[in-house]
């Protein structure tokens, strides 16, 4: 059972344009989430987090929007850039779990 | 500097053989997972581990084992019972944050392939 969902596999967008990858969860304990970018044949690596308490965090070109009567979350990457092209992963975990739930990924492609 | 490091990056094995793939940390992290990630799947959760000499099962743990002797390192091993071993494998650590906030680092990966 999937507790956390990316239904876009893919995404492309121009270079300069918003790209906007969105995240949905079903388990309303959830309370902590991260994005994580990840790139062919490496590991993941850690973009931006959000706790409940908040429904907004920003860091660069990257922000985390947060709903949670939606349990939905958005990552915004503005502007799109040509090295952004990877695969992101949404996740989520339980307050002071250590276990983390992943998305199945959304590949975006910015076109030059 | 500091990081996690998996041996080898591509690892190939007959069917039927056991094998191990190493993970180590040096990030003073007292958490440390397992992953597997299929194409077109999420990460799924093999094992991991909270402390040293501690582990827990995650999702998808059969047909796998592993070990908690220090706390740098967290091998994992894919035994003969596992029925698609191939697969891209990922350890991670991570770091207690503020308000259980915790983090997770990855390693870059091992591809398994099963001949």
């Keep these: ?112 | 500097d500091g990081g996690i490091t998996q041996s080898p990056k591509y690892l190939f094995r007959k069917e039927g053989q056991n094998v191990t793939l190493s993970c180590e940390q040096n990030l003073n992290h007292d958490a440390m997972y397992w992953y597997r990630q299929d194409p077109g799947q999420g990460l799924r959760l093999i094992y991991y581990s909270q402390i040293v000499n501690d582990f827990q099962k995650g999702d998808i743990a059969e047909g796998y084992s592993v070990s908690r002797e220090k706390k740098e390192s967290f091998p994992l091993t894919v035994t003969s019972a596992q029925k698609n071993p191939t697969a891209f494998y990922l350890c991670a650590s991570s770091s207690p944050g503020a308000r259980g906030t915790d983090t997770q680092y990855f390693g870059p990966g091992t591809r398994l392939t099963v001949l």
Excluded at chain 1, 29 to 47: I, N, Q, R, S, V
């Design chain 1, 1 to 112: 059972d999937q507790q956390v969902k990316q239904n876009s596999p893919s995404l492309s967008v121009q270079e300069g344009r918003i790209s906007i990858l969105n995240c949905d969860y079903t388990n309303s304990m959830f309370d902590y989430f991260l994005w994580y970018k990840k790139y062919p044949a490496e590991g993941p690596t850690f973009l931006i987090s959000i706790s409940s308490i908040k429904d907004k965090n920003e860091d660069g070109r990257f922000t985390v929007f947060l709903n949670k009567s939606a349990k939905h979350l958005s990552l915004h990457i503005v502007p799109s850039q040509p090295g952004d092209s990877a695969v992101y992963f949404c996740a989520a975990s339980l307050w002071g779990g250590n276990q983390f739930y992943f998305g199945t990924g959304t590949s975006l492609t910015v076109i030059p």
